[in-house]
């Protein structure tokens, strides 16, 4: 670790060369670090390195990329659910048959694709929980018919 305080004391004193830095944001204040305490100290610097430049381990891109996903099948069942009880109120308040039958029909096929969609983001979450880290805690599975049940309250 001495070798690397050198080089890096040396680096410093080349870039304040004979010049006074007083002049510079933050000069004179204490540098505000990240709380690194979790972080083993061996792997710290490569997690600052990858942090300033945007770069993340896999299972962490993972991650964000199915809490977007079940964002998107949440929001996505709440408004086809809204939908489908909207225009069924409609048809049954004109007491049109074929309007209602094509609003169900319409409203299984939507279900039918959301399920499948919702089996797609089980087994991404399941690939993604067997790449976890120990000590992470696993994403839960998607429950399908369980989140159609709750958009559509009462009115299933």
């Not at 080089?7 to 990240?34: E, M, Q, T, W, Y």
């Not at 069942?77 to 609003?103: D, K, P, Y």
């Amino acid at each position: 670790m001495k070798k690397w305080e050198r080089i890096v004391d040396r680096l410093v004193a080349d870039a304040i060369g004979d010049g006074d830095v007083s002049h510079l944001s933050g000069a004179g204040k204490k540098l505000a670090l990240p709380d690194n305490s979790s972080t083993p100290e061996e792997l710290r610097a490569a997690f600052k390195i990858m942090g300033d430049h945007d770069v993340m381990p896999e299972w962490i891109a993972a991650g964000l990329r199915l809490e977007e996903s079940e964002t998107k099948l949440r929001s996505q069942i709440q408004r086809a659910a809204r939908r489908f009880l909207r225009q069924g109120r409609r048809a049954r308040a004109e007491r049109e048959q074929e309007m209602r039958e094509s609003v169900e029909l319409d409203w299984n096929r939507f279900k039918e694709a959301y399920i499948e969609g919702v089996g797609r983001h089980n087994r991404e979450v399941l690939a993604y929980n067997l790449m976890l880290p120990s000590g992470i805690p696993h994403k839960p599975l998607l429950q399908g018919r369980a989140l159609i049940k709750q958009a559509l309250g009462n009115d299933c």
